[in-house]
Structures are given as C-alpha cells and as structure tokens.
C-alpha cells in the first residue's frame, strides 16, 4: 500500500493506492484511494469513481513480455539504441520539473514543481532517455514496493519544441518506455501500470495515446476509486476555478 500527504491550498489532503484500509474517522478528512485492486471489502461512505488504466503483467518470461510488443515498437526502439540513445534513472528532481514544465507548457497542460514531486517521498521513481547529451523523454513513476506495482505519473518529450526531430524523440521515448518496463521486472515488481486510459473517448489525441500504451502488450483493466466527501467537495470547487491539476 501507497500512502502519502499533499498539500492543497491550505488543505492536508492523503491519497492512498491500491489497497483499502481506513479508520472510521477517515469519512471526515480529505481522502482518496485510487486504483484498488480488492474492492470487496465493506467502505465507509465516499463517492465511487470508475476509471480505466492500461496494466502490463511482469510476472510473464522476460521473452513473452517482448514478444507482446508490437513490431514497430521493437523496430524503433532497436534503432533508438542503435543511434546511440541511453536511459537511465536518476531522482534529480530539479531536473526533472524543469525537463517536464517546458514540455507541459507547450502542450497547455498542468505542470508540476518541486513541492509535488518531493511530497510522493520514496514512492517516487524518474528516468530520462538522452541522446549526445541531450534529453529527449522523461518519465515518473510511483512505485508500491509492497504490493509490488508500479503505476506511470508524468510523460514528457521535446518533440513539442522548434527544430526537434520527432521521429529521433519519438524512437527514444519508445526505448525509454522499454527500459522502464525492464528495469522495474528486474527489481521484482508483478503489475506495470501505463498510468491511465481514456474509455471510450471521441478525441483523437487520447486516442493515439491510448494505442500507444496498448501497444506494449498490456491490458485495459477497470479502477475503482473512492474519495470522502469533503476531498470530492474540494476537487469539485478548484475544477470550478480552474484548479483541477492540483487534485
């Protein structure tokens, strides 16, 4: 289980993930629990969301994971590594928010800072793909050491900038997604979570994401989600005014 503080407003708000354990009091404070994987248990009163992610089992033989990824994944990511492209993790915060801003701000998409990414603690991973010194996607992830899932936060690229070579980016974030799923099946986590779906949506651009993900061999599979009423009272004012990338 994945429990953290953040810090809204002047609000203290805790988000927990994947598994369901509260105390009575917790109808009263300012809670979600997203993406429980056992919701049978009996809940105290919340608001039920259903959403849907993309989930990669990690428990298959390495090679099945591989050939589960579609051709043109493995093509572009061969030449990725053949063009020089590395990948690697590294908890440089700094770096990271900077990387991420400039591609959120050019997509017109929230950001994130320092204080956000410092407040997930240790369940916090990142990893960067660079070319001749230079990098081109970056990714974080929240990491369940315990029930042993990793589930994706942020995706950045430069492919958004002036003079970027999109089919180089485009080759390098393929790898970079690659080496990620390597990386957390050999340190012995089981489920690898894309980070989201979008069911059944009409716009083209969540669309081509959604095949994307698709495209490494994962499933589209349900989450079922609960926020206390006061957290779902305060997600519902800051969508209001325009704050709904802070919840």
């Not at 993930?17 to 009263?28: L, P, S």
């Not at 989450?223 to 969508?239: A, D, E, F, R, T």
């Amino acid at each position: 289980m994945m429990r953290y503080y953040r810090k809204v407003s002047f609000f203290n708000v805790c988000e927990t993930w994947f598994n369901y354990q509260y105390k009575v009091f917790d109808v009263f404070r300012l809670n979600v629990f997203k993406d429980l994987k056992d919701a049978r248990k009996k809940m105290i009163p919340a608001v039920k969301v259903i959403s849907h992610t993309v989930e990669l089992n990690l428990k298959q033989p390495a090679d099945t994971i591989f050939a589960n990824f579609s051709s043109d994944i493995r093509r572009k990511a061969r030449k990725a590594e053949g063009e020089g492209t590395i990948c690697y993790f590294h908890n440089d915060v700094d770096k990271f928010v900077t990387f991420y801003n400039d591609f959120a701000r050019r997509k017109k998409t929230y950001v994130t800072s320092k204080t956000k990414m410092t407040e997930f603690g240790n369940y916090v991973k990142m990893s960067f793909a660079e070319h001749n010194g230079e990098v081109l996607a970056a990714h974080s992830y929240l990491v369940d050491t315990e029930m042993k899932i990793v589930t994706g936060l942020h995706s950045g690229t430069t492919r958004l900038k002036q003079d970027s070579d999109a089919s180089l980016v485009g080759r390098a974030h393929k790898l970079l997604v690659i080496k990620d799923i390597i990386y957390f099946k050999d340190l012995g986590f089981e489920v690898f979570d894309f980070g989201g779906y979008s069911y059944n949506t009409e716009d083209e651009s969540l669309k081509g994401i959604n095949s994307f993900k698709l495209s490494f061999g994962g499933k589209v599979v349900p989450c079922i989600n609960y926020y206390s009423y006061g957290y779902w009272l305060l997600k519902k004012v800051s969508k209001l005014f325009g704050l709904s990338g802070t919840l």
